[in-house]
């Protein structure tokens, strides 16, 4: 049987409707990490395991601050695969505004960080010892880099201007919900043709979420930057923790943003990219028209990115969630030396 429905389908076709699934995207997100991780393994099977005197300094409280955050990036992953399965194959959402659906990543990423903000804060009353005051100056950037920042800005940035283009780009339906796109008929006295699409019913809770999004991971890099070091003898490698930590917290913030705009590049090109209307008429008749929207062609190339979006961002989460050191492995293999690795890593 499923020979005939290859046969009948054929490969292009299989391959586009795999790509429509986002959970298809999980599956090759899997794919590129397991194949890093494969990758990993072989090389320090051939180099050996390398010093662990980064992981013997290490104080247990950053493996615990490790640990908060592969939850939050794993609870990111679980979410949105039972969100996606349960609304997709198990409820009639029919005439219901599934605003839920976009503003999931966004909201379950802030909850996670929330968590993670509060474990941070909890550190103040165990630390031991005399705490170090370092004399450099720090802010809420200290300790990620610049192309993080710029990826994490230009996610929410990207979020920001599409919901806002397709909410302005949306109509009201009869119940004033702006759930509508208005794609007109060219020369025809034909009613123009409503599909739903991410207008300011589902871009508003959006917007809201991100909002809170970037209000959290601003105040976890905050916390995670300014709170004192335990002392003198595990100064370099508090610092490269921190530099983890703010890492995970940027990932985690950054996925999330990018699985709510690959939703939304989905709907628009559901919905924008449709190019013709048939008409039933006397006698059997069908009659076809042609149908005009300005941004047809972007929602076209929406609905290609869509896919690209969401493995990047299962990329990041699985990133998160298995700790992989893609950067200190590289230096690790030029130099064995965990200090030069460490201070690297906090420049």
Request: with cysteine; hydrophobic share 55%.
């Amino acid at each position: 049987m499923w020979q005939s429905i290859i046969t009948r389908v054929g490969p292009a076709e299989l391959v586009t409707a795999a790509f429509s699934l986002p959970l298809f995207s999980l599956v090759l997100a899997l794919v590129v990490i397991g194949g890093l991780l494969i990758g990993m393994w072989a090389h320090r099977r051939r180099t050996g395991p390398g010093s662990s005197e980064a992981r013997t300094l290490l104080p247990g409280r950053f493996l615990a601050e490790r640990r908060v955050l592969s939850v939050a990036a794993l609870t990111v992953i679980v979410v949105y695969a039972i969100e996606n399965v349960v609304r997709g194959y198990l409820l009639n959402l029919a005439d219901i505004v599934e605003w839920w659906q976009y503003a999931m990543p966004l909201f379950t990423a802030s909850v996670g960080l929330i968590f993670m903000l509060g474990f941070l804060s909890l550190e103040r009353g165990a630390l031991s010892g005399q705490p170090v005051v370092s004399l450099a100056r720090r802010t809420w950037t200290s300790f990620t880099s610049f192309p993080r920042l710029v990826g994490v800005g230009a996610a929410s940035l990207a979020l920001i201007a599409t919901t806002v283009a397709a909410g302005l780009a949306s109509s009201p339906d009869d119940l004033g919900r702006y759930i509508l796109l208005a794609i007109p008929v060219p020369n025809v006295p034909i009613d123009a043709l409503r599909p739903w699409f991410y207008g300011w019913a589902y871009g508003v809770p959006v917007l809201v979420c991100l909002a809170a999004l970037m209000v959290v991971t601003w105040a976890a890099l905050r916390r995670n930057s300014l709170r004192p070091f335990l002392g003198p003898q595990t100064l370099v490698v508090e610092k490269r923790a921190r530099v983890e930590v703010a890492t995970g917290v940027v990932r985690i913030a950054t996925a999330s943003m990018l699985l709510a705009l690959g939703g939304a590049f989905r709907f628009i090109d559901r919905a924008g990219s449709i190019a013709g209307l048939q008409v039933g008429g006397d006698g059997g008749r069908t009659d076809s028209y042609d149908l005009a929207w300005r941004y047809a062609e972007f929602a076209v190339a929406a609905g290609y990115l869509a896919p690209l979006l969401e493995i990047a961002a299962f990329v990041l989460l699985l990133l998160v969630v298995t700790g992989v050191p893609l950067k200190e492995a590289f230096l690790h293999a030029q130099d064995g030396s965990p200090q030069r690795v460490l201070s690297e890593s906090v420049r």
